[in-house]
């Protein structure tokens, strides 16, 4: 089945090590997104590609980046994780950037930092 | 961006149907209106969109008023499988999801 794959699904990292998360999909779609959800939060959009195309939110920390080598993966860098970071970080894609597409989620990957 | 506000929680009993609400009174007029779910430790679920018309799919009808200031998601049957945090997200062109507080439904047995 054609799906949001988000690899490890837990991680572990350290006060100020940096870490990578990844996201890839078989749905072959243009958009791809980065969101936040920390405990008993909704989730927050951290910054999405069309394409190539990169767009940050413009409340999104400077500590967290994103690389899209090709269409079918994502990555999310956080360059110095602080315990501030710790949460469930979820991918989701959409065909395209028009307001009726669906996005599709992946399970997402819960953040510890020590 | 368009804001929303739902009911923090809800209850319904299983089998029963249940109508959850949303108000988007800022919202635009080309502005989708998204439902999705989440399940405990999952990723959100697409459940239903609309724009003007209301609209039905297996999982849920979405009830859409003339004015699109708010709208409901109607669950015909709550089972318990059901019981969630449904997010209503008014969807600009740029597609991209603001996710407000959403309603907590509690499916009792």
């Known amino acids: 089945d054609a799906m949001v794959i988000q690899n490890p699904r837990y991680q572990v990292t350290q006060f100020g090590k940096p870490v990578t998360l990844s996201c890839s999909q078989t749905l072959n779609h243009n958009v791809m997104y980065w969101y936040q959800q920390k405990s008993s939060q909704a989730p927050k959009l951290l910054f999405h590609y069309y394409d190539k195309d990169f767009n940050n939110e413009a409340d999104t920390p400077d500590n967290f980046q994103s690389r899209r080598p090709n269409t079918s993966f994502c990555f999310l860098d956080i360059r110095s994780p602080g315990l501030g970071d710790a949460a469930m970080y979820l991918c989701?894609?959409?065909?395209?950037?028009?307001?009726?597409?669906?996005?599709?989620f992946g399970p997402g990957t819960r953040l510890t930092v020590l | 961006d368009a804001k929303t506000t739902q009911p923090n929680s809800m209850e319904s009993n299983e089998e029963e149907p249940v109508h959850l609400p949303c108000n988007h009174s800022t919202i635009s007029g080309t502005d989708y209106i998204h439902w999705y779910r989440q399940l405990p430790s999952q990723g959100p679920e697409y459940v239903i969109h609309g724009l003007t018309s209301n609209v039905n799919n297996r999982m849920a009808s979405l009830a859409i008023a003339e004015d699109r200031k708010s709208s409901t998601l109607i669950l015909h049957r709550a089972t318990l499988r059901d019981a969630a945090v449904y997010y209503c997200i008014p969807q600009n062109t740029g597609n991209q999801f603001y996710f407000g507080t959403g309603t907590s439904l509690t499916v009792i047995p």
């Open positions: 989701a894609t959409s065909k395209g950037a028009g307001g009726y597409n669906e996005q599709f």
